[in-house]
């Protein structure tokens, strides 16, 4: 999978496999932002530290910037909008895109960290596969 369908998908950065929220749908809202602890494909822990996704607020303020910079120019340079109009078109597309925004900067911000390992996954099953509790059996002398 490409970087760029990997990101649209909220997949793991490191296997492209694993999901990075526990409810596909940005709905209901009270689960919009429960991440599994780890990727199910390659073991990636996706909370590295206390407080790590507190830089996803300046992706997500990059994002809205970018947001109002188009709506802008469509709105109100390009269909002539007055200004308490465009405010409010803005406002509204602001609220109902808000769930996704927050998942895609939280998204983005986990990319800068991690890149793309093809072998994450065969790492991470042969590390399982080392870690196998040992059987209890007993041997007669």
């Given at each position: 999978?490409?970087k760029?369908?990997?990101?649209?998908?909220m997949?793991?950065?490191?296997?492209h496999e694993?999901?990075?929220?526990?409810?596909?749908s940005?709905?209901?809202l009270?689960s919009?932002?429960?991440?599994?602890?780890h990727?199910?494909?390659?073991?990636?822990k996706?909370?590295?530290e206390?407080g790590?996704?507190t830089?996803a607020?300046?992706v997500?303020?990059?994002?809205?910037?970018?947001?109002?910079i188009t709506?802008?120019?469509v709105v109100y340079?390009?269909?002539?909008?007055?200004?308490?109009?465009?405010?409010?078109?803005?406002?509204i597309t602001l609220?109902l895109l808000?769930p996704?925004l927050?998942?895609?900067?939280?998204?983005?911000f986990?990319y800068?960290f991690?890149?793309?390992?093809p072998l994450?996954?065969?790492?991470?099953l042969?590390s399982l596969?080392?870690?196998?509790p040992i059987?209890?059996?007993?041997v007669?002398?």
């Open positions: 999978m490409k760029s369908a990997a990101i649209l998908a997949k793991c950065p490191r296997c694993g999901d990075l929220f526990t409810n596909h940005a709905f209901p009270r919009l932002h429960k991440m599994p602890e990727c199910k494909g390659c073991g990636l996706f909370t590295p206390p790590f996704y830089g607020m300046y997500s303020y990059a994002i809205n910037i970018g947001l109002f709506t802008f120019f340079i390009g269909l002539k909008v007055e200004v308490i109009s465009f405010l409010m078109i803005y406002g609220l808000s996704f927050f998942r895609y900067s939280r998204t983005l986990l800068l991690y890149s793309y390992e994450a996954k065969q790492d991470y042969k596969q080392l870690y196998k059987s209890t059996t007993t007669a002398v």
